[in-house]
């Protein structure tokens, strides 16, 4: 499914959230959406899901008018880990999970056992199995994360929304939960904070800054020092990771380059000849060479 978003316009409490944001999500490609705190990330999700209601602007799927489309209709075909679950739900892992099915149900239909079956499975895939009956509301944080996405992923749509889906999971559930994303090679719109999980997995990368895209571009021009000091204010290093290929990135202490690393550049500490310089690990500070 390919998604395209036009001129999309939205306020709360007449402030401009978003501001005239267009972009497009080729069919089966994985879009990462980075930026600051506050650029306007989930707006844009929330938008696209429709949890929002865009002050102006087009959403097509497909072609098709999103707003156009009914609620059970779009369920369909829009999936959703969204980054916070207020609502304390009682309900077991599995009842939650089944919840995904809800779609493709007509009113008093019960689950069948192909629903069944796939909750299961899916409990299994994200490395839920044995939790079933656990009650939701005492499940650790990274735990409750991997039923919200068994729950999105057993709604079988063409396309996925993830709001920050690594959030609460150590490191290896969240290399399993997009290497599980990304085995399924659907249309994936994510916002993503951590630089080399967007680099490993996504496609295309968009950059929001102030509710407006930045850029947009494949990641290896978008990830560069340069990007990352003006959209984030840090300084960083990118390199590329011998083994896969894929762009490395490793943050460094603040201090001012002139001429890039390497080059003549000034420590805050007004220290401002010309030297290369390390980060000592033993000692956790930039050191002159
Ligand atoms: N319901 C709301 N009412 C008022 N302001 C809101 C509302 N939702 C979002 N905002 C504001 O809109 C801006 C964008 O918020 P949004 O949550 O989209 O940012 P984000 O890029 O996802 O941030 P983060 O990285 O912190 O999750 C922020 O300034 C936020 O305070």
């Given at each position: 499914?390919?998604?395209?978003?036009?001129?999309?316009?939205?306020?709360?409490?007449?402030?401009?959230?978003?501001?005239?944001?267009?972009?497009?999500?080729?069919?089966?490609?994985?879009?990462?959406?980075?930026?600051?705190?506050?650029?306007?990330?989930?707006?844009?999700?929330?938008?696209?899901?429709?949890?929002?209601k865009p002050s102006s602007g087009e959403i097509l799927l497909d072609n098709k008018d999103l707003s156009t489309m009914k609620d059970k209709e779009c369920a369909k075909e829009i999936a959703v880990l969204a980054q916070e679950s207020s609502s304390q739900f009682d309900f077991t892992v599995e009842q939650i999970v089944k919840m995904g099915r809800y779609p493709y149900k007509s009113i008093f239909e019960d689950y069948s056992k192909e629903d069944l079956k796939m909750v299961e499975d899916m409990l299994k895939k994200v490395g839920l199995?044995?939790?079933?009956?656990?009650?939701?509301?005492?499940?650790?944080?990274?735990?409750?994360?991997?039923?919200?996405?068994?729950?999105?992923?057993?709604?079988?749509?063409?396309?996925?929304?993830?709001?920050?889906?690594?959030?609460?999971?150590?490191?290896?559930?969240?290399?399993?939960?997009?290497?599980?994303?990304?085995?399924?090679?659907?249309?994936?719109?994510?916002a993503i904070h951590d630089m080399n999980m967007a680099s490993m997995?996504?496609?295309?990368?968009?950059?929001?800054?102030?509710?407006?895209?930045?850029?947009?571009?494949?990641?290896?021009?978008?990830?560069?020092s340069q990007m990352l000091k003006e959209v984030f204010g840090v300084n960083a290093y990118v390199g590329i990771n011998p083994i896969n290929n894929k762009l490395q990135v490793s943050f460094m202490h603040s201090h001012e380059h002139v001429n890039g690393v390497g080059h003549d550049h000034v420590h805050e500490d007004g220290f401002t000849g010309k030297h290369s310089h390390y980060h000592n690990h033993l000692t956790n500070k930039m050191e002159l060479v």
């Amino acid at each position: 499914m390919k998604i395209q978003v036009k001129n999309l316009r939205f306020s709360i409490d007449k402030k401009e959230i978003l501001k005239d944001v267009s972009f497009n999500v080729p069919k089966g490609s994985f879009v990462g959406v980075i930026g600051p705190n506050g650029s306007g990330k989930s707006t844009l999700l929330k938008n696209i899901y429709r949890l929002y209601k865009p002050s102006s602007g087009e959403i097509l799927l497909d072609n098709k008018d999103l707003s156009t489309m009914k609620d059970k209709e779009c369920a369909k075909e829009i999936a959703v880990l969204a980054q916070e679950s207020s609502s304390q739900f009682d309900f077991t892992v599995e009842q939650i999970v089944k919840m995904g099915r809800y779609p493709y149900k007509s009113i008093f239909e019960d689950y069948s056992k192909e629903d069944l079956k796939m909750v299961e499975d899916m409990l299994k895939k994200v490395g839920l199995d044995n939790y079933s009956e656990r009650s939701f509301s005492n499940l650790s944080g990274g735990e409750k994360q991997r039923t919200l996405i068994a729950r999105a992923l057993v709604q079988n749509t063409d396309f996925l929304i993830l709001d920050e889906p690594t959030n609460h999971l150590d490191i290896g559930y969240q290399i399993q939960l997009m290497d599980l994303v990304k085995s399924l090679n659907i249309t994936t719109l994510s916002a993503i904070h951590d630089m080399n999980m967007a680099s490993m997995y996504c496609d295309y990368l968009i950059v929001m800054k102030d509710g407006q895209i930045t850029k947009y571009g494949k990641v290896e021009e978008v990830i560069t020092s340069q990007m990352l000091k003006e959209v984030f204010g840090v300084n960083a290093y990118v390199g590329i990771n011998p083994i896969n290929n894929k762009l490395q990135v490793s943050f460094m202490h603040s201090h001012e380059h002139v001429n890039g690393v390497g080059h003549d550049h000034v420590h805050e500490d007004g220290f401002t000849g010309k030297h290369s310089h390390y980060h000592n690990h033993l000692t956790n500070k930039m050191e002159l060479v």
